[in-house]
């Protein structure tokens, strides 16, 4: 939306409801790349007043932002407060459909009145959560810049440029943002397409259960992360793409297929992810790679993949010790999983050997 634009459809609205005595911002016009943008400084009371952040909903998929850091919050408040403290501006989009109660005023020279009715958070906080989020009892001056009129999908995409290196940023809600942008994700992402599978579908033993970085839910504790989920899988989609000849959602399904049967074979680990490695980043990274392994060995004509994955894991995940003080605990990072993969090689290898022998 353009700043004329932006005025006159503010002022046909204005003129049928008004705006109540509110919250006023003497802005300057100016220009952020293509993008029309109002700046200025108000009191950190006022801005948190007339703006609200749009927190991911992981139940109904709406919003975008991190569920707030309260210490990284408070870090802030009490720097703000120190002699000499700064910060860059505040950033916040003026949404289109805020015309209600909200107008704007030219007053020449390059400066726009802002009025936002009394009790109404007109702005979405695009980057300033965390700043904000404990201010609202707080004179302290901020500078502020206003988008107007960007979308949803616009502020997501401003948010992570913004963010998107930002430290302790949520890696599986930028992944998920990218699942949102993304125009064919089972084509240029087919792991975090096959991992969203996993949490949205009722019928996953994950259903729920990957963490998008939004609004914490209540009942059962999430048990691994959606980033987590998506790097492993890149040990598993290309095998599963080229069993199913490209089909991506064929891919899915033998994932979705493998999971079932690890929940099935290893029901007591699985009731108990706290006290087991199975749910936890190196046991995920580990075992879908073995449901690589796996359907590289799928025949031909197999007709239920579950049941050849049930079969498979059988033979030697039930006697492997998944406990959090078994072979698996302390492994981290590239090492640990690789040598994660390794005992649990070994394990399969060792059982065939018995079956053989036996």
């Known amino acids: 939306m353009s700043l004329p634009a932006a005025q006159t459809a503010f002022a046909e609205c204005k003129s049928e409801t008004g705006v109540a005595k509110g919250v006023e911002l003497i802005c300057l016009q100016g220009q952020s790349g293509q993008r029309p943008i109002l700046t200025g400084s108000a009191s950190a009371r006022e801005l948190a007043a007339i703006s609200f952040a749009d927190v991911l909903d992981e139940t109904s998929g709406r919003g975008y932002q991190r569920r707030l850091n309260v210490q990284h919050s408070l870090d802030f408040r009490r720097y703000i407060q120190r002699p000499g403290s700064t910060t860059i501006s505040l950033t916040f989009n003026l949404r289109e459909g805020a015309s209600s109660t909200c107008d704007l005023e030219e007053l020449g020279g390059g400066l726009v009145r802002l009025r936002i009715a ?73 792991e975090i397409y096959v991992a969203l599978l996993l949490r949205n579908e009722p019928s996953s033993p994950w259903h729920g259960q990957l963490d998008l970085g939004g609004n914490s839910f209540s009942g059962m504790g999430r048990r691994a992360s959606l980033r987590t989920m998506q790097k492993a899988l890149k040990r598993f989609v290309p095998e599963a793409l080229a069993k199913t000849e490209g089909d991506t959602d064929a891919a899915a399904a033998l994932a979705l297929d493998f999971w079932k049967a690890v929940a099935a074979v290893l029901h007591t680990e699985w009731a108990a992810p706290r006290r087991h490695m199975i749910t936890k980043g190196v046991g995920v990274y580990a075992l879908t790679q073995i449901a690589a392994d796996l359907v590289a060995e799928l025949p031909p004509a197999a007709g239920n993949a579950r049941r050849h994955f049930e079969a498979r894991l059988s033979d030697f995940a039930p006697a492997f010790d998944w406990s959090s003080t078994g072979p698996l605990r302390g492994l981290g990072g590239e090492a640990g999983v690789v040598a994660a993969i390794s005992m649990l090689r070994q394990a399969r290898q060792r059982s065939n050997l018995r079956l053989v022998n036996g």
Do not use: W
Not at 151 to 161: C, D, I
Not at 175 to 190: E, F, K
């Open 118 to 190: 009394a009790g109404t958070q007109a702005l979405a906080q695009v980057d300033c959560q965390h700043r904000l989020g404990h201010l609202a009892d707080l004179d302290v001056p901020l500078p502020f810049m206003i988008f107007l009129g960007l979308t949803e999908r616009e502020e997501m995409e401003v948010f992570g440029v913004i963010n998107g290196k930002a430290k302790g940023l949520s890696s599986s809600l930028l992944d998920y943002h990218q699942a949102v942008l993304c125009d064919d994700l089972a084509r240029d992402r087919p």
